[in-house]
């Protein structure tokens, strides 16, 4: 299966398994699923998520095409939650909402804008598992770091 999907950077769920974010299936790679039914699951958090059902030919290469849709931008104040995995296509899950890959919160110029508060942030690598969860508080004007080992 191929995806071409707006934005490239959300994250692909099969039939309730991340994959990996979406750009990663565009021209030179795809993802291999059995011939038949799939659910996928398109999820990104400043996106409306987006799911549908692909119907996958055996031999054939099934493509994705999906633009979604944005929601309002969230308002300030904001602390960053930085990520640290040698998986940088891990899922990233706050409060258990899928909320992108490690590699794109992993740098002192990348992180996740939160409110100030409480979360449970998991780790998930692509291969997997159950991952790694850490409760943590996020502060304003502060950065907070979560390491997947």
Same mark, same amino acid.
């Given at each position: ?19 990996? %974010? ?22 990104? %958090? ?30 300030? %104040? ?37 409110? %100030? ?33």
């Amino acid at each position: 299966m191929k995806t071409k999907v707006d934005p490239g950077r959300a994250g692909v769920f099969i039939d309730g398994k991340y994959v990996g %974010p979406a750009g990663n299936f565009g021209m030179g790679r795809k993802y291999v699923v059995a011939a038949g039914e799939h659910e996928v699951k398109l999820s990104e %958090p400043r996106y409306e998520d987006v799911v549908t059902k692909v119907t996958v030919q055996a031999g054939k290469t099934a493509q994705l095409a999906q633009t979604m849709k944005a929601l309002p931008p969230a308002k300030p %104040p904001f602390g960053r939650l930085r990520t640290v995995s040698e998986d940088k296509f891990a899922a990233v899950y706050v409060n258990g909402k899928f909320m992108g890959h490690a590699g794109e919160f992993n740098n002192s110029v990348q992180g996740l804008l939160l409110n %100030p508060g409480a979360y449970a942030v998991k780790i998930v690598p692509v291969s997997g598992g159950e991952g790694r969860e850490e409760q943590v508080k996020i502060e304003a004007d502060k950065v907070t770091i979560v390491q997947a080992k």
